[in-house]
C-alpha cells in the first residue's frame, strides 16, 4: 500500500511540475508577443509610429561614375579609344602613339551602338549579359550602365551586335590589359575613318557637349527651370602677352566656317583667347578635307593648360 501512495504521489508532483513549467513558458511567450505588439503601436520622439506601412523607402542609388580624362588628356596621356559605326573599326592610342587599327562589330539595326563620348566604368575577365540569354561576354569592358560594353565576339564583318562593341578575342584580351577605369576615354562616331591621324582628328573635333552622359539606375526628376536673365557685363581690357611665340590647336572643323564659329565660341567664354592670333590651317587627311583652328602667341602652352583644366580640348603645336 505504502509503495502504490509514493508512487502515485511522484507522479502527481511530477504532472503539477510539467503543468507549473508550461505556464511560465506560456506567460513568456505572451510577454513577448504584447511587448511586440506595444512597440509596433509606440511613437518616435518626432511622432512617427513604427509600423510596417511606416517603414522607410531604400532608394535605388546608381554606381558612382568614375571621372575620366578628356580627349586631349587621353591623347597626351593616357588610353583613347576610336571607334567607327561608318568602318567598323577601332583606333587606339596609347600616350598619343597608335597603338592598335582593328576590326569591330557594333550594334545591328534596332540595338544601335550609341555615339559619344564615355568611360571605362567596369572590367570583368569572365561575364555573362544578365539582358540577352546569358550570353558570354569574355573580357568586358563597360561603357555604359544599360549594358553597352567593349568585349570579345563574333565579327560577320558588319553591325551585328545588340549594341555593344566587339572586337576578336587576342584584341579584347590585349586591350583588357591596357586600359584603366581612370585614364581611359571611348570615342564613338557615326564617321568613317580611313587612318589612325583621321579617327585623332574626328576625336578631337567633339564638343565636350556633345559628352553621352553613361546610363544610370536611377535619375532624379529634371526641373526645367526658366532661361537665365543676361546681364551686359564690360569685358577687361586684354593685354598682349610677352615672351616667346608659340601655338596651339583647338579644333579641328569640317568646314572654315564651323572653324570661325567654335573661334567666337571659345572667345567669350574665355577672353585670354583675344590676345592671340587666330589661324585657319586647312589639310587634306585620307581624300577629306579639314580645318585646323589654331592661335598662336606668347604664353599659349599655359593657356591650353588652363583650358584643359576648363574642359576644352587643345594640345600644344610643337613644329
Sequence with gaps: ???????????????????????????????????????????????????????????????PVPQMPTIAQALQS??????????????????????????????RRGHGTPAGVFPILEKQRFH??????????PFMQRLTY??????????????ASHGCIRVAYDVARSLFGLTRVRATTVVVLNEAVQSDEQ?????????????????????????ISPPPRIIPVAMP???????????????????SQDAEARWNGLINQHAELARFDKTVVPVVV????????????PGAFATCSRLKSAGVDCFKVLS
Design 1 to 63: 500500500m505504502g509503495l502504490w501512495h509514493n508512487a502515485l504521489t511522484n507522479c502527481v508532483n511530477g504532472g503539477l511540475t510539467i503543468f507549473r513549467r508550461a505556464g511560465i513558458l506560456l506567460a513568456a511567450t505572451s510577454l513577448v508577443l504584447l511587448a511586440g505588439a506595444a512597440l509596433s503601436r509606440s511613437v518616435l520622439p518626432t511622432g512617427v509610429a513604427i509600423t510596417p506601412d511606416a517603414a522607410p523607402a531604400i532608394p535605388i542609388i546608381a554606381p
Design 78 to 107: 593616357g588610353v583613347l579609344i576610336v571607334v567607327s559605326k561608318a568602318s567598323q573599326r577601332m583606333e587606339v592610342f596609347k600616350d598619343g602613339t597608335p597603338w592598335l587599327d582593328t576590326a569591330v562589330s557594333t550594334g
Design 128 to 137: 555573362r549579359s544578365n539582358i540577352y540569354s546569358n550570353a558570354p561576354m
Design 146 to 159: 544599360g549594358g553597352i560594353a567593349i568585349h570579345a565576339g563574333h565579327l560577320p564583318g558588319y553591325p
Design 199 to 223: 579617327a585623332r582628328i574626328l576625336a578631337l573635333a567633339v564638343q565636350p557637349q556633345d559628352h553621352a552622359a553613361p546610363i544610370r539606375l536611377a535619375q532624379a526628376p529634371v526641373q
Design 237 to 255: 581690357e586684354v593685354q598682349p602677352a610677352t615672351g616667346t611665340a608659340q601655338t596651339i590647336q583647338l579644333v579641328a572643323a569640317l568646314s
Design 286 to 297: 585620307a581624300s577629306r578635307r579639314y580645318f585646323r583652328l589654331r592661335a598662336s602667341g
